[in-house]
């Protein structure tokens, strides 16, 4: 491909070259998009001088082998400007100017509108705002502390996203863990999408900003190559203690006279006929081709290795009160002897006891502080970098990261989330610190996994599992502590849920999960005292969720109490609905038991006989369904 | 109860006597959190002078009378210091002793552990931290550009929560409109849940951040009454143009020799042996009664009032091809003759065409620029002054201020949320633009209201409904231009659904909504052809949902096919599933199409059909059913 394309090499490339690849970056931004009918080519035109330069003269990447460990990483947290990412890599001989003309945007393309990992050269997925900086953050975090490579993290940013509190999240973390391999490009272009951003072209406020936040800080004129050729120099040579933040002014538009600097050119492809204005403004089609610098070769496999160390699970004593929250900590503990495995915190690590794993293996561990946003981007990051990490705080906090975990799956991230405190069982802190909106937040979220351990034993041994599994995944822990119920060894496969007491007779089956399956074992032996068989059912995996059990528990039963410490929404009892409805649920009577009022304190007790997900409860409404006669 | 109380009149107090008040409000959190088993007292006592300056001296209150509009406001950000703050309620003379040493985090009581409105003196709730600020910005808001009122809103704020982006936003946005009645204190009391904050007690640190982020700032020791006085009589003269930040060196647990300024004491009350140690250290119990400032009358009612104004809804054609965001921003504006009703944006009001109501209200609609926290917590804030607020931005990134809106709820905010460019149906620019779990998010909130138009006739009544909505409210609307269905006039009351076609012989029936409802039709339309009847349900109302209804459809046809552009989980879907669950489902065979794939980019069509919710899908599903035979 490259054979009749000009050749411009990191070592002799001249400021007029990269001008010229600007130019090139410009001209097939604008006709990637007006090709496709979509995207945002003024977004692109902005920053081709700040990529014309990065790609031509700082990137260290083999493009030949993107899961070399010691490639450097550029991410586009404006991932809007996805024409000119595509643009660099055909620039870089990565992609051709086919795929780029007849794919953007296209069905079944990877060149999506954002970038995805569908492409080997992109980390994580971008395009809800405010994203890329904390993905990079954790980036970054690997390669200063876990990979020991000296990588540099480069970040396009837009100037509008500034405006997201997780910009500023980001930055506190890379200054207060010393990122000096982060190197953040504000692209100051002055224009949002409906008119002026709020701080406009006054750099020196994104400066006192960025410097208060623990940034060395480097203003460029974004159009000027030997300007920024010479502070990516700069930021190259690492600050001995500090993220990198360079402010470009630069022009919306840039180079073609008819929309650079103009309001209402945000999101829309040039028509054919200004395209074509455009392009011989721009001095036409190029076809310059890159061959940038690559890193020293490390050596390293693609995703960094477990390490022969022995994992030595935490064992139980059945009947032994042991909070799930507990074996969370105790299993991630015993899962540090695998080098891939990290841990993170939203400084609640004592409460959640990720702490055991701090203190253990402090060289792993990082401390987010109360930022959940930047807990899971980092996550996303270590992800990224091929890493399994564990990220922990209160379950109804995790809601505050929610546009990150939804993006996690886009980013095809392998992440473990885990949230303690679940729901009004924690008493008397009150409805803010309950989380009753966890199970159906994470279960909508594509190709995740949820679980809800009952017990000690099972905690354990599912942060096991999560450890290999793909997607992200959730663990919803207890406050309190609750009898351990499985010996030890017991298998608990993700997808799988376990039937603790099942004859013929049984007239109806109790499903909980956590405190409401300790609650539905109470259930039973009252409803027992009245002669009444009750299956009881431990629905651990609520996704994905064992269909086939359930649905034999239905037809076998044909009455079914769902009881969920949860609001009745999207949680433990639709998956079950659901999962029945997949399979015909024929004359199944149903009872749902949910917290369907607003909690205020109390104590455990009073709170789930309020609710009504006591076993009182459970049993009225198994008697209820029973008197009701069986369905036909 | 105040007889036998000295009493401290604020033009007459004393340095000395607020001393005393700030140890009486010590030694009351410590007796309740004790009294409690649980709270945070070393998080109140190093906050107690502060507070015992502010309601003696500074704050504007009429504590008989919390519903005068003239008064300033009062919130604790970091709301785990409630002890703190139910103890200047006693102080004040607002709740007893008796209530306090009683009530305080147990079941039933109003003395939640965590501040909540279901006490008339709190605006809103908090315990999430980080919201506090957020939301006391609009409320703020409200007072300078709305209420036009001159109380002043002062901000209790921990130093951890200030890890938080929203907390930035939220200064962003009072530096950015100028809120000069804001006063932010943020107690450093150098120690988080788990140890040291990430800036300790490097209080110029914080100050440039904060200046940096356009405040006034103050710093003064946060024990000392005489510099706290100086710094609040400051504050309270409002600078022309910024917010003020009054940075407080503190100690936490300040007072008690055994616990000040320790770590390990974080949200653990004192056992009766260390609290009785701890009242002696800090001169045993006093009665001191508060007799603080009082703001002149207003005369205003207790909630903004609408106006006389005539709202016309806009009326569309049946036929015509209107996008229900479109109608949304119609409706919008149509509802801005009413007075109450304000709208915000998150920087993509030409998208969500809120930008209709910006035009002809500019007065009344406020630009949060790319900060959706920010955004759902100044509409939380503008409920709190009686307000209805309509949030808007695009379904995708409402997830980003989850934790803001189930706070919200707690809140017990009346907000209206509209999401646009919900689901695949937007095509080419990918995933991190799609709604694909916000009906899920939005149904789980406690109270919520979930709305999905599929024409332009139903997204203005709709509108024009959530209004008068109490509870958090989401509309959820869609990019793309669809035929008018509904003639003018047409009612759409919430909880209720459109059978679009209905005949004894149906045998089955297709539920969807928005662009699905669209594809049922055409559907409906092929399976005639084939001789089919099909009855089709427009789910406009997806919580509350018709569960009336939906279970005569499902007895009188047997089947359903349940169509959602969105991920399976917690959606339409099993929305519907739920309803019939407890209506008792027997027999009824049910298809849920649901965008099970991660999608790319594509056209609206290609999209569709690749995660099969089009109307051949939906055909083929019927046909299945329907080859299946009627389940017994």
New interface residues.
Partial sequence: MSDDRTVLSADKVTHQQLRELGQQLRVDSIRSSTS????HPTSSMSAADLLAVLVGRHLRYDWNDPHEAANDHLIFSK?HASPLLYSVYKAVGAVSDDELMTGY?????R????P?P?LPWVDV??????QGLPAGVGIALAGRYLDKLPYRVWVLCGD??M???????AL?KAA?YHLSNLIVIVDVNRL???GP??LSWELD?YA??A???GARVLEVDGHDVADIDKAFAHAGEPDANRPTVILAKTEKGRGFSEVQDREGWHGKPLPDDMAKRAIIELGGERNLLVSGLRPQPSGRPRRPEPGAGQVRMPTYTRGAKVATRKAYGDALKALGTRLDVVALDG?????TFA?EFAQAYPERFFEM??????LVATAVGFSARGYRPFASTFA??L??A??FI??G??SQADISLVGSHAGIEI???????MG??DL??L?????STVLYPSDATAAAALVAAMADQPGISYLRTTRGAYPVLYPDGEPFPIGGCKVLSSTSADQVTLIGAGVTLHECMTAAEALQRDGIAARVIDLYSV?PVDAATLTAAARETGRLVLVED??????L???V??AL??Q???????A?LAVAN?P????TA??LD?AGISADHIAAAARRLIGGGK??
């Fill in positions: 496709a009918g979509s995207g991932g945007r296209r069905f079944g393309s060149l999506e509108g954002h995805t569908v997925a971008t395009g809800s705002l405010g509008s996203e405006a997201e509190g997780s910009m500023w999240e506190d207060y949002g999408q409906r951003t709020e406020r006192r900003r410097e208060a936040f400084e609640v690590s004592n409460s702490d502080f109360i930022a959940e946003q930047q109804a906090f809601s505050r929610y546009d939804r993006m799956a886009i008493g008397a802190d009150g409805p803010s610190q009753l909106e159906a937040m279960r909508a979220v594509h190709g996704k949860h609001h009745p929404e999207g949680g009892g639709e998956a609905l659901e409805a997949g015909g649920l024929s004359g199944t009577a149903v749902h607003m205020g304190s109390g104590t009073e709170l309020e369905p036909a």
